[in-house]
């Protein structure tokens, strides 16, 4: 099995410190990830059905990603060809709504 480099990773461990309610869910994520393979958005539903891509202002397209029944939003550039997802940012459901976000990145 390839195990994936998730860029960032200790960013996932500070949105558990400030937000303990979803540590089962990122922790979970970050194991899915390291053990993904995932070469398109289409595998990344296999695993999470819910992930959704998006557009942001520079043009890109980064994968959002549901946590803890939909109160939390884990934004993620993944890098298909190289196998790396690298995390962007973690917010709640409300400031996602937002959108401001998507200025940002």
Known sequence: MIHVRVVKPSRVREYVKQHPDASAPLMAWLKAARDANWKNLQQVRMTYN??????V???KTVTVFNIGG????????????????????????AEYSKEKWQAEL
Not at 50 to 55: E, K, L, Q, T, W
Not at 70 to 89: D, E, Q
Request: charged share 15%; hydrophobic share 40%.
């Open 50 to 55: 819910s992930a959704d891509g998006v557009g």
């Open 57 to 59: 202002r520079g043009g």
């Open 70 to 93: 939909n109160k939390y939003r884990l934004v993620v550039s993944i890098h298909y060809a190289w196998g790396m997802p690298y995390v962007l940012r973690f917010m709640t459901h």
